[in-house]
């Protein structure tokens, strides 16, 4: 941003140290491009609609890159409405602008020149072999596949729904329900591969057969994987006393050595689970979508890149990508592993071989991504980053104002209408 774009922001607040801030009444932020989506040199401005909060106290903070603070300032609120933020910029980047009255919260985000937003690093010399090794090894050990009918209520006649334990070379069996059509001609039906978000005992983090289900009944061979190769369908205590022991901070687990680093086994489950599929006689031979969110939708791009038959993905506010973006100038996503106490020479040394940036370099498939520009666990930046290296056609869906998890409530239409429906849309229509 320019400093004179600064001064200009700076000359429209009058800072009050007695300024007395009382309880907020809401307040609405809107942006110049309502899409959050600018141009290299191109004018943002941020304005907030204040409503009744006349003689409150607004704090302000705008942030680039989800790592350098531009503004952080205070002001009495005077008007109905007030100009935030005016600046412009010449080089890619990502713009978060913050308002706080009392206790309410609001943020708006916005992105410039995302198409050519760059990770922080490459792979490394030997990435292609170490996957190819992966792979050969994989496919080297026969198949030790336990499975169990699942006969609960709601699974509709015509249907079959297994729980499925397939043996793997990393240190857990991939664990999932798997759903189908009971009779479908071969070669005739989609794969639907669903992948979890991060954590172990959340109900977000569990295989369950209605997941499955809901698929099968749209004619896919549907499997839903659970991350960490847990078993399915036990008691809540089991889970509870996986991740306050065993899967305790996982994501940090052999950051230091590649062949030890958790998300390997995690990579291993999602190829082998792949392989499975492909081996059912009522593959397609041609259709193979992954459908996640955060870690999920980490998991999503790096199927994509691990297996060239995956032939689309919806990957929603996705994590694991461009985890060596601080060495340059922004944020990486989650887990964000350079933010550990771990050595960080090690950890360099590891990160690299799992980098949704560096997987998707060998993709092709089709890329349904949904970005949330205020997302601050898995910044804009470092999913643009990841998504601009694959190969394939890129449906990307930015949201101005949604965090990680859900948008502001005043926009929850909103979403559910320009974002939710399309998902749904697109998804449908690939099963078809």
Same mark, same amino acid.
């Given at each position: 941003m320019t400093k004179k774009a600064l001064s200009i922001i700076l000359s429209l607040f009058v800072l009050s140290a007695s300024s007395i801030p009382v309880t907020g009444k809401g307040i609405i932020l809107k942006q110049s491009n309502s899409s959050g989506i600018y141009r290299k040199g191109q004018k943002i401005s941020v304005r907030a609609f204040t409503g009744e909060n006349k003689g409150d106290s607004i704090f302000v903070r705008v942030l680039k890159n989800n790592l350098t603070e531009l503004l952080k300032i205070s002001a009495r609120i005077e008007t109905d409405s007030l100009l935030l933020f005016q600046g412009s910029f010449d080089e890619p980047c990502s713009v978060i602008v913050e308002a706080h009255v009392s206790e309410d919260f609001s943020s708006l985000g916005c992105v410039v020149s995302p198409g050519h937003l760059k990770? @922080?690093?490459?792979?490394?010399?030997?990435?292609?072999?170490? $996957?190819?090794?992966e792979r050969s090894n994989l496919l080297a050990l026969p198949y030790d596949i336990k499975r169990a009918a699942v006969k609960d209520s709601f699974i509709d006649t015509g249907y079959s729904c297994e729980n499925i334990e397939i043996n793997c070379t990393g240190p857990r069996p991939a664990r999932g329900y798997f759903a189908k059509p009971a009779i479908a001609?071969?070669?005739?039906?989609?794969?639907?591969?669903?992948?979890?978000?991060?954590?172990?005992? @959340?109900? $977000?983090?569990?295989?369950?057969?209605?997941?499955?289900?809901? /698929?099968?009944?749209? @004619?896919?061979?549907?499997?839903?994987?659970?991350?960490?190769?847990m078993l399915n369908g036990q008691p809540d205590s089991y889970y509870e006393d996986l991740e306050s022991g065993e899967l305790k901070l996982y994501f940090l687990q052999g950051l230091t050595n590649r062949d030890d680093f958790y998300f390997r086994g995690m990579y291993l489950r999602l190829m082998r689970t792949i392989d499975f599929l492909t081996k059912q006689p009522e593959w397609d031979g041609k259709r193979i979508l992954v459908i996640g969110e955060s870690q999920g939708g980490g998991q999503a791009l790096a199927a994509a890149g691990l297996d060239k038959r995956v032939s689309a993905v919806v990957a929603i506010v996705p994590a694991m990508c461009d985890w060596l973006g601080p060495l340059t100038d922004h944020e990486g996503g989650w887990p964000q592993p350079l933010k550990s106490d771990l050595p960080r020479e090690e950890v360099l040394?590891?990160?690299? /071989?799992?980098?949704?940036?560096?997987?998707?370099?060998?993709?092709?498939?089709?890329?349904?991504?949904?970005? @949330?520009?205020?997302?601050?666990?898995?910044?804009?930046?470092?999913? /643009?980053?990841?998504?601009?290296?694959?190969?394939g056609k890129k449906l990307i869906y930015a949201v101005p104002y949604r965090a990680h998890h859900q948008p502001q409530n005043y926009m929850e239409k909103t979403w559910q209408e320009t974002v939710y429906k399309p998902r749904e849309t697109f998804i449908r229509e690939y099963l078809k």
């Open positions: 990770p @922080g690093g490459e792979p490394p010399a030997d990435f292609a072999e170490y $996957w190819e090794k001609a071969p070669k005739s039906l989609p794969i639907v591969l669903l992948v979890h978000a991060a954590g172990v005992k @959340g109900s $977000w983090c569990r295989s369950e057969p209605g997941n499955a289900l809901k /698929y099968a009944k749209m @004619g896919a061979l549907c499997f839903d994987l659970n991350a960490h190769g040394q590891t990160i690299p /071989y799992f980098d949704a940036a560096n997987i998707l370099k060998r993709s092709k498939a089709t890329l349904f991504v949904e970005i @949330g520009l205020i997302d601050i666990t898995c910044p804009p930046v470092s999913v /643009y980053a990841a998504v601009n290296r694959a190969k």
